[in-house]
């Protein structure tokens, strides 16, 4: 029986989602209660990708293969009541055993989370405490070259060889909190993101928003092809896995 599942976590409880040895990981967790409920023998889940140290999801998917015929409301409870609470399933359901959580992915949204007003330190796990002004339209203007299909070379990890870095942006955009004007949301709808890739665009924008790039520098940018030409990569902590599309 194949299964599918969404579910949410708290990435600054965690060393990434990939299961590694003797570190704490989301995966490593999911996997040993899903190996108490199969009777000891293991389960592996395939999510739809892997995210870093501190970064969250609100929506993250992932199946998995189990032979048994518990009824997915009562694998939802049993699995929810063995992992974390820093994890939570949202939801599973039964699928084709040809479905797969990575290959199958139309889309994905990440959003990242800044606040430009006074130092927050409950939030400092959760939103990037940057604590100045940053000028919105040029920020704004830049997320929208970035739309469409380019080679994102310039965006991704300095170390990371790719057969290909064309991914397309299908939409962008840059919103105030509606509860604290001081916090900006930054959201990234593509076909499929490279590591770092949404940390590093979002460096390079708030780059921009002090003022040390104009908004248009993001077409050189991107036409060099080389990490070292963007700017920072922003902390794990103000980034979301929003959503996952098929």
């Known amino acids: 029986m ?10 600054s409880k965690y060393n990434g989602y990939q299961k ?15 190996k108490q409920i199969n009777g000891g023998k293991a389960v592996i889940i395939s999510a739809s990708g892997r995210t870093d140290a501190g970064v969250h999801a609100y929506n993250q998917r992932a199946h998995f293969d189990m032979e048994s015929n518990i009824p997915c409301v ?4 049993a699995l929810n009541s063995l992992i974390p609470d820093s994890i939570y399933v949202r939801g599973i359901c039964e699928v084709d055993d040809s479905f797969h959580a990575r290959f199958n992915v139309k889309a994905k949204e990440y959003i990242y989370k800044i606040n430009m007003g006074t130092y927050n330190p409950i939030e400092k796990d959760y939103v990037f405490q940057y604590n100045k002004k940053l000028d919105i339209p040029e920020m704004e203007r830049a ?42 949301i930054i959201s990234v709808l593509g076909t499929g993101f490279m ?27 991107l036409n ?23």
Do not use: W
């Open 195 to 221: 590591r770092y890739m949404v940390r590093n665009i979002v460096g390079m924008l708030i780059e921009i928003g002090e003022g040390k790039h104009k908004s248009e520098d993001i077409i050189d940018i």
């Open 20 to 34: 590694q040895p003797r570190v704490k990981t989301v995966q490593g967790e999911i996997e040993k209660a899903l």
């Open 143 to 184: 997320l929208k070259y970035l739309e469409g299909t380019h080679d994102f070379r310039s965006f991704v990890k300095v170390d990371e060889e790719k057969d290909d870095y064309v991914r397309t942006i299908v939409q962008t955009s840059l919103n105030r909190d509606t509860k604290n004007v001081n916090q900006i």
């Open 74 to 77: 009562k694998l939802k409870q």
């Open 224 to 246: 060099a092809k080389d990490r070292t030409k963007a700017g920072i990569c922003a902390p794990a902590c103000g980034l979301y896995l929003k959503d996952v599309y098929y």
């Open 2 to 11: 194949r299964y599918f599942m969404a579910f949410s976590y708290d990435g």
